[in-house]
């Protein structure tokens, strides 16, 4: 486990709640987007604004992150390669265990306290429940337009723009001879 560093953008100090259970604070912050935050065609520009607004709540066992963050988005469809723009507000909620709170090997949570979110030196780290928040709540495939037509498979016309976009039937060049004698051209 890496030493949190407290002036990270996306890191919080949670001191100030004193690990009293039913302490809580508001926290409005705006950071700039780490990279690589969504998927390959869709995700949040790096150092693009991202809008949190968040409850922190000291609990017996640490300290329950409830909020939102919004974001802004930038990819392409799926389907027309045109761009896409677009905001995202993604809800989340986290309890970060204090770094001394362990359970008891003989504890049924002993199985699951390496899924754990930690608390390190009462910061709290909100990037990774940044990234999964907004990872899970992307499309698999974004599109412009829930109804996007796509591309011409032949040509590559963007289908949308043009509804009525055809090309003439392709002749398999096997029966191309048979064609010529039906059309009464000579098939030589």
Known sequence: MTSLDPRAPLVLDTRELGRRPGSQRQVELSVPAPADLGIDVLGVPEGSPVDFDLRLEAVMEGVLVTGSASVELDGECARCLEPIHDDLVVRFQELFVYD???????????EEDDDLSRLQDDLVD??????DAVVLALPFQPLCEEDCPGLCVECGARLAEDPDHDHEARTDPRWAALDALRNGADPA
């Open 126 to 131: 909100l990037e990774p429940l940044l990234r």
């Open 100 to 110: 001394d709170q362990t359970f008891g090997s003989d504890s049924p949570e002993h």
